[in-house]
């Protein structure tokens, strides 16, 4: 079974996910929200003490507080940064974002321009297991699930909360999209699956189906 490793970032206390292989030793990234140097210090510390290689980052979507470590993944590790190309339209405007939170990016905001956009559903291959990115637009156009179907594991980003669901008041934000994600999760994902989402506390999307008022 893959390990989880968080850490909460930035002001906006965002998680940020390593997920790694201990018989492989190889890891991968959900979100890179290391906005201060103690931030990139640790996400760079726990994969040392581990001996642990980062293969690559998945962006749930591209609003600030998830991204903020991007260019620092990409320019130490040298690996591919995926996020769906729906969200590419919020990257020139990182610093407008901050400016709009009373958060000065100076020129963190540069993400790499990466090749790894892609559009649709996507898998990539880690450790023999399948990643699937599905989308999910709603609280961003680009928004997308990190599903692990064999680890019974999905990241659901800024999609779905313990207890909430995403606002949809930020740039590019859908009700209606929210509303057809929510329903497509859950009859997607089976109930038993454990989510991990961009804020808050872990739950399972059974969990989600009995309390959250939002998503029954
Ligand atoms: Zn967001
Ligand atoms: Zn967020």
Redesign the pocket.
Known sequence: MLQVEPLICNP?AQNTFIVFDGESRSAFAVDAGMYEESERLAFDRFLRQRELKLQFLIN??L????VFGNRFVSETYGVPVYYHQADEFLLPQMKEQGELFGIPIGDIHRCPQSDAAFTGEKTVGFAGREIRLIPVPG??PG?VLVWLPEETLCFS??LLFRGGV??TD?PGGNTAQLKESLRKLKETVPSETRILP??GLNTTIGNEKKYNPFFI
């Open positions: 906006f749930t979507h609003h600030l507080d998830h609280h961003s928004s980003g800024d995403g606002r930020l961009g804020h």
